[in-house]
């Protein structure tokens, strides 16, 4: 007979952890039913694959990864019931005795039972076989199996609809790309002392959901430095159209990846400030630093967002020396009739100044937290009691706020 040595591609694939679970129950089924190999297959498309194999020793052709036709295979007469899930003696059977593969493998009885995925797809069998009949094998024995099918079935219906998710995830961010990438718009930040834009900050808009949720998935799925780089190149274009200076978020990740900067080439860095993203925790960012040099000599300027919320902000700023600060929106709400939070934000202000930075306070929404934010020497305001996010055609250099009325 003929045993393709074709590998086939995996399927859902457990994670580590489980994967090597899945093969040490393997090994209590051979030994419990005292058979020479059990196995768990996979049908794909029209192949019988064998994903996790235990065998009392190495047997040709039956190792994870081969393929063979499914047609010809026992798994197969099993799962549309052509044949019992107890064969006792395979040579006496009028089914299995003229199949190649009871030659082929040297399967003397066999074993085995359906593994269905909780959508109900058939996702392959669990069986287990020996070289030498064993008529004492019964319907306990059966039991037995499918109640380890029940326990496997769990972790591949798990790893299955983890795929699932991961083809969608990877389906909106194809067809997003297709569409031209994240929707860029803008919230102006404010100058605090003329009431002029001073510049923006460029956030990306997506078809549905949450632009976090976007990133998060995208980087769940190994796609987060495509999608970062999607949206600068759309806030670098949208950058060309808006006055004053320019913010754009990146995670040190993707600063870090090779090709990323590279978008920074043909640039006019001085109106250009790089915010760092809060989404994943670094403690360490020379790197980040050292990469971001070049550009900071050529005009690039480097913002620190969250100031305030923590260990973690105040860490930044003293790796990175950053030309911007932000105060973090948690002390700016309601910073009007609290003192903790106006003495916290009139330190880290007093902390700027003395080195160097400027200060841009997040989420202003009340003429209140204006006032007290002015007093205090910030710099730049940013949030709705100026203006929501907006399409950058409509921020113009023309507008002027009126602080004292707002």
Known sequence: MHLSPLLVPDGPAPAAGATDALQQVLQVVRRRLGMDVAFIAEFVDDRRVFRWVDAVAPIPGLSPGLGDPLEDTFCQRIVDGRLDRIVPDTAANPVTAPLPFTRGLGIGNYL????????????????????????????????????????????????????????????????????????????????????????????????TGSPLTWFEEAARVGEGIALERSAIRNALAASRDTPGFMSLNLSPTTILAPGTLALFDDVPLDRLIVELTEQEKVDDLTDVRDALAPLRRRGLRVAIDDVGAGYAGLNRVVQLRPDIIKLDIGLVRGIEGDEIRQALSRALISFAQGSGSKVIAEGVETAGELRILRALGADYGQGWLFSRPCPPAQLTDAVVFDLDGL
């Open 112 to 207: 085995g039972t359906p593994l269905r995925l909780s959508t109900g797809e058939v996702y392959g069998t669990l069986c287990c076989f020996s070289a030498t009949p064993d008529r004492t094998l019964n319907a306990r024995d059966l039991d037995y199996l499918d109640d380890v099918a029940e326990i496997v079935t769990v972790t591949l219906s798990a790893a299955d609809a983890s795929r699932r998710e991961q083809a969608r995830i990877r389906g909106c961010l194809a067809e997003l790309e297709r569409n031209g990438g994240p929707v860029v718009v803008v919230q102006p930040i404010v100058d605090l002392t003329s009431g002029k834009i001073a510049g923006s900050e460029a956030l990306s808009r997506f078809p």
